[in-house]
């Protein structure tokens, strides 16, 4: 079972809100954590985003205990439009706020981990702000990848 590679903190979230290990999350959790590059082709619903999102999560927990969490863009994530709100809220928002209350439950006070969805309809006061106070996560669907 690879939740040992986890923060303990992370692992017993996992446990107590989703339970269950995936197949895709058993075996790409050892290889994303190893820092290579990993590529996970696997149906909808088997969790491949939730894989990445928790491995990113766990990374990004680690560095702030640590307090070596720079004030930047880690992690970018491309998804097809009709995924992106599910996605976010579901594997992404909703795990932050839950592990950041866990961790204020354990006496750790976290920095927090900013998320923000852009696509191409994102006004540009929005997008200036995005280069002013860069997320942590950055959001972004594949059918209209802008530069900015």
Request: proline share 7%; net charge neutral; with cysteine.
């Amino acid at each position: 079972m690879p939740l040992y590679l986890f923060h303990p903190l992370i692992a017993e979230w996992f446990q107590a809100q989703v339970g269950q290990l995936t197949d895709v999350q058993v075996q790409a959790w050892p290889a994303i954590q190893s820092g290579g590059d990993v590529l996970i082709a696997a149906p909808t619903g088997s969790g491949k985003t939730f894989a990445a999102f928790l491995s990113c999560i766990d990374h990004l927990f680690k560095q702030a205990l640590a307090r070596e969490l720079d004030d930047h863009t880690q992690v970018l994530y491309v998804s097809p439009l009709k995924a992106l709100s599910n996605d976010i809220q579901k594997n992404l928002q909703q795990p932050l706020v839950e592990i950041g209350q866990a961790a204020l439950s354990a006496g750790l006070l976290m920095p927090e981990l900013r998320v923000l969805v852009r696509t191409g309809d994102t006004p540009m006061a929005e997008r200036q702000q995005m280069l002013k106070r860069h997320p942590i996560f950055s959001s972004r669907p594949r059918s209209r990848c802008t530069s900015y």
